[in-house]
């Protein structure tokens, strides 16, 4: 809790998004909110549907805390949903704001990776 607080003061993203795929076609949001709100508050939730309306077997999951996204990833990844093994990845990393680059005066570095420490 301390470092969300934090993290929000400094305008540092916090939150963590997981991919999800190969999902059986019978999941369904209302499943994904029940499994993954287990672990931590949610964003977002979404199974990603084609034109037609069927799923594609695959969603995405916003975490508040992008510790609980850690922790779901451990918990469910190869882990068994509706007959078939869950495969997930956290998208994207955490990312300064662009106010905090501002500070600085520099840019992002790496696709938005920090990978270095300003200070003394």
């Given amino acids: 809790m301390f470092e969300d607080a934090i993290g929000s003061a400094l305008g540092i993203e916090t939150s963590a998004k997981l991919y999800i795929s190969n999902l059986d076609y019978g999941v369904s949001n209302e499943d994904i909110k029940e ?4 672990v931590g508050e949610l964003k977002h939730y979404a199974i990603h549907y ?3 309306g069927c799923s594609i077997g695959t ?3 916003v975490f508040v805390r992008r ?14 949903l509706d007959g078939k093994p869950m495969k997930i990845e956290l998208i994207g990393t955490g990312v300064f704001s662009p106010a905090i680059r501002g500070v600085y005066g520099g840019s992002s570095i790496g696709r938005g990776r920090v990978s270095g420490f300003i200070g003394r």
């Fill in 50 to 52: 084609d034109r037609s």
């Fill in 59 to 61: 969603a995405d999951v």
């Fill in 67 to 80: 510790a609980d996204a850690i922790n779901a990833l451990k918990r469910y990844n190869n882990v068994q």
């Fill in 35 to 38: 499994l993954f709100s287990e």
